[in-house]
């Protein structure tokens, strides 16, 4: 099975999440630990990673990657994508 790496956009609350597991692996409180990337944006001055937040599993495990004001951090064509 090949993972398909999906993109959703919410546009009224100017909000995207990429997904890294399929939609079948994904139900509620699958995500036990978020990280945000706030002082590492500061150390390196990107401010893209203001709008980070990286979800984890149970395991300790990368399964998304919240995107606060995509418009600011990712390419128009990688919003293009976006469901």
Request: proline share 1%; aromatic share 6%.
């Amino acid at each position: 099975m090949i993972l398909r790496m999906r993109i959703s956009w919410d546009r009224d609350a100017d909000a995207a999440y990429i997904s890294l597991i399929e939609d079948e692996e994904r139900f509620y409180g699958v995500s036990q630990e978020q990280v945000t990337l706030e002082d590492l944006a500061e150390e390196t001055g990107l401010d893209a990673l203001h709008s980070l937040v990286l979800d984890f599993d149970r395991d300790g495990k990368l399964i998304g990657i919240e995107v606060l004001a995509p418009r600011r951090a990712l390419r128009d064509s990688t919003l293009r994508q976006a469901t």
